[in-house]
């Protein structure tokens, strides 16, 4: 199973998860509990129930470079241009704007 540690402004606020279902995500109880905590995204409210989709949820697949920028990507770190949540997890550990994502695979 591929994972993704997801940070706003740099705290920790969940996990991002493939699934044989399609995706999985949730925020971190800790984070949650915090008095500073923030949705990542407005599609994304603050729940302890996890959020699931068929497909990668499409604030996360917005935070993938695209044009130029994603061409050099896909040839230097030889990613598939259908493996989405690939790039997200390659691309987006210093994404622009408040959220990133760290690469967080485990063998299934």
């Known amino acids: 199973m591929r994972q993704g540690q997801v940070y706003y402004k740099k705290e920790f606020a969940g996990i991002i998860s493939e699934t044989d279902d399609g995706f999985l995500f949730q925020y971190d109880l800790d984070y949650l509990a915090s008095a500073q905590a923030k949705p990542v995204s407005l599609t994304l409210p603050l729940q302890q129930k996890a959020f ?3 497909v990668l949820f499409p604030f996360f697949d917005g935070l993938i470079p695209e044009g130029w920028l994603l061409d050099i990507a896909l040839t230097n770190w030889k990613i598939k241009p259908n ?5 997200l997890l390659t691309l987006c550990k210093d994404s622009i704007g408040c959220v990133s994502i760290i690469s967080n695979e485990i063998e299934s």
């Open 52 to 54: 699931s989709s068929k």
């Open 83 to 87: 493996d989405r949540f690939g790039m």
